[in-house]
């Protein structure tokens, strides 16, 4: 697309080393250790029989994710959000991105009434959070639902997941579209585009910000195409490791 | 681009009936009273020379944003978040988008350092709430920067304003693109999509998420076309209503 | 009383314009848009059937009441209550008079299991808004038992409401006593009294405050007599809209 | 006024036991234990040179008070307000109160820059328990002030001081107007007012409340003459106890 | 063990003068105000029939306690803790500490099910406020138990109570082991411990601190001696104090 | 001490595998990831120049940390802090902890006005978290302290750690004294006890808590020996990891 090198030497199409830990965490019934380059997030699928009160008796489960940032995840420290006494306005909005990504692959009639509860929680930032917590999360519950298989908790033969689920954050930086943005260019971008896509290539949040100019049918058609092609390559590197033995 | 017709009547490009009143507010420097069919909200703007600590000496304006909903504007009561004290995830997350939505048609340069706080209060809800929110704070805005340059806070020839702004939810509702959905629409939407547009027609936001199924390309390009010509109407109707004398 | 005038031209005695829009919210079992001059309070009843789990199998019902004003329903815009995560002192005391208020002309055992919350928002103030509130709480309340009992949650022959009542602001300006209060003159009131009185002119509430210096008896007979006769005329007007079709 | 008898033995117009032990506290710059019967209300005064920020450079003092109850001095135990995280309305109310009686009897002025804070805790609670809280929070504050002009922190001649104040609740119990009611009388009570009272006999505040049937003219002058008779005997015990020495 | 003497004239290993007033509280089930020197806490116990939800049906009962100090305990007034939304660490973990010391002494099976609940509320406040609340709080929970038996809650035969409870904080102060260390001694100590004993001599907790220096296993001994002398003091005051008639 | 062996084969005075990572962080100044067999806690330091304000101009510095789990760092998923808008008792109580155990080998005066904040975040739990914490916070906080020196925060001679500090858990479990308790084993403890001991052998802390049956002076002083072994070999190994490279 482009023969612009960034300051970490990728082309503009280029994503960061991408890594997935999967069962990290020997207690939760999935998890996944995600790498976006420096920015690390670890995913965990807590599994619950039984579902809030609320739906009690529908027949369908829930699924529902939280986001968090270690305080000194980020290059300065910032506040814990249980010690000012209340969660931010950008923590909430991504809680419920990751949750709404989720359920859009999930068939809530075959998961039974069971819940599932999604945490990511970053350990280092370096842009891209929200995407490699939604890409992780998929790994984590994916996990989470083989156990509840294995388990009986879920019959044999239904099957929850009716897709796969990816993210990754696109934008206009210094006038070039570009994929899988750092911070340092999320940071100075005209526009951030956080776009969540299928593994069959369909799209499940378009969530596009000018930050500075607004932008134009011609650039939005640009960003989409990098999103779909990142998205792909993320949704393979998934079935890869969801593929291995846990 | 139909000749279904909704439960109203409308067509599917179609807008609810539409109307701005300007200075509702007695005391407040700007305000405006939108209505999208049923769905109230009530925008005031608050200008205060100065800016906040972390801004000062920079010679930048700021403008930001609050969302509520009155208890009773739904049709089932809803516990005040001053009572439960906290606010929601997804009125922090308007909060944010309206805010947002300002600040990209908004040169803090030329507003010097003045502060502008818009409330959108939400009297009534029949859904397309934080479109109307955003629509109606533009006018509300506008006012305040005329009453801010009458009273001498801002230069006589400086234009803090570059564009209009306004915003226009879509939607796929039974497989059929439509425009400004209503609250019974939205509920049933396959994919909700709102659209932040400016007055030349440049995108400032693109928020679509699939409630149900995943959208493809062309379903996301149609919804744009629907959400372009709404917005074209709207930024239409803002500024015959600010030719008028206050 | 006196010959003096006001500010606003109005006599000691004199009430500001009261007007009341019944029916104001599409959405309510009840609800009232009451303007004492510049001030203004949208008033809803919510009715539904049920007692909050203390109250259940007494046989008798529950109205409470809750007040709030728009960020920039003042001259200063305040900081909102929700975001300050706590309620303050004024809001809470304003809450508990109106409820107290009305449920001294509700008959709970008439009411039967149900519950109706009345919320006051102020979206203007200038003086009054407890009082203005009560007067339109009233209205909106009577509207949600029409309501209740067109749909049959209340007995056809029930009487839940024993009496009207409404409330008015009287005070000692400038050593006159006067009624109905606006901002600029509470302000600088040497006393200031909020009197809650019903339609057949007995007393609900007497709250009789010295801003500066002390009252005696004399003064206080005399801010009694002008709050009962403004009482008066808003029992009639209150009746008159309540007597016009909603 | 009746030669009923009440279970306590007393006439209606007879008020409980009333002590106020001076300087309880050994550490706050004024203090004082008070009994009305049961009730025990801890009052102290401290004392602190300087005023908040809004104030400083005024030349004027401040005075404010904070009610709470301790857990268990109820007849069941109640929940920590503390440990609820947030304060209940009638917290505030009577705190509100508290803070408005003081100040009708201080001369901002003649306190100069000072701040004067009154904790009124109660340890026990029988019924009046606001109106302990006012008497004895002004023995405390006299207390402080004396201390201060000891201390050299209040000029020798100034006078904060204009009157003393103290309160009583009175109310209409059985149809009998009653002074000083105890917690069975109150919780029974038809008509329950608090009035607070200067040295001098004026009005401070008079706050009426029709627990049941609405009031009228003849009953509130029968409330306030036995209010103004039992106030005038505690302004008495004040001046006595006062006297002492510390 | 020295023959220095302390600012009060004490030896090394002497007490504060220790008084404990049974049945302060008319109200509460059982209830003591102690005295450690100017140091004064109230301890009350609330009995309730029934256990917390997620103890139902297991046979055994509840033993709680909460923590607090007045806001003008102290020598410069503290803002209360309902005031600031939230409940400090300090207080967290006496009140921790108070109901870890008060279980290690009950037979939860012969309670029953039933709750009591222990409030220390510090009045007065002069070093040693948490050693003086378990020592007190034992006494109210005595009494409780008591009258639990009297109104037949509990077993005739049942001992709930298997050991007395008690606490005393000891110091290495300008080099010499000390014994209830007064605030101003506690606030120089090099090392502070608290230490809650049983009425026969066995340890509940030891919780030793190094403030200044750390200490070395002589120092520790040497401690946990006066600690144990001072102890069993106060077990033989509990003891006197509970065979008097309540 | 015992030839017993225990569920995962140790004997009872062996610790788990122990093992540290320094600089696991990428962003902060000093940062450690240490683990006690599956225990794993992320331990970061935070530096920054200057102090908060009630220590400004007094030459010393300060430290403070901050401990917290991950929500589902336990067997069953935790809600967070932050969702429940208050930190829970245990939180603030380890938090504390750490601090002051720190702050016990730290010189502030050395440390020039500066902050170091640690923060522990528990991302797998089984048992020990806290001891765990506190040994690997003095890692993350030598490593911070260099870095300091090499930016020239500190000066280059000054040495504001005067000791090291590492921490163990032991317990007796089933009347066998063991050290480094894992989860299952701390559940079923008679007695717990937290030591913290410089790396010179000197104790900064014993907590010690009888769970079920009180302990006597042979007990405690078999656990004082187990700690002072563990903590020995965690000094030796902290003296290892900071003496390679970073």
Request: with cysteine; charged share 25%.
């Amino acid at each position: 697309m482009s023969d612009l090198t960034r300051a970490d030497g990728r082309t503009p199409e280029q994503m960061r080393a991408v890594t997935i830990e999967r069962g990290w965490s020997e207690q939760a019934e999935g998890s996944a250790l995600i790498s976006f380059g420096r920015t690390k997030v670890l995913c965990t699928a807590s599994f619950t029989p039984g579902v809030p009160r609320w739906l009690t008796g529908k027949g369908t489960g829930w699924v529902t994710a939280e986001y968090a940032m270690l305080p000194r995840s980020t290059n300065d420290r910032m506040q814990r959000e249980s010690v000012r006494g209340k969660i931010g306005g950008r923590t909430h909005e991504i809680s419920r991105l990751i949750g709404r990504s989720l359920r859009a692959v999930i068939d809530t009639k075959a998961l039974g009434e069971n819940t599932i509860v999604i945490d990511c929680d970053v350990l280092q930032a370096d842009g891209g959070t929200r995407t490699a917590s939604i890409t992780g999360a998929y790994v984590a519950l994916a996990e989470a639902i083989s156990w509840a298989r294995a388990e009986g908790h879920i019959a044999k033969k239904a099957q929850p997941l009716k897709d796969s689920v990816a993210a990754v954050s696109v934008g206009i930086v210094g006038g070039t579209p570009m994929s899988d943005l750092a911070y340092v260019e999320d940071s100075r971008a005209e526009t951030d585009m956080n776009v969540v896509v299928t593994g069959s290539g369909d799209f499940v949040e378009v969530q596009g910000t000018a930050e500075g100019v607004p932008f134009n049918r011609a650039e939005l058609d640009a960003l989409l195409d990098l999103a779909l092609a990142s998205a792909s390559e993320l949704s393979e590197l998934q079935r890869a490791v969801l593929s291995e033995a846990a």
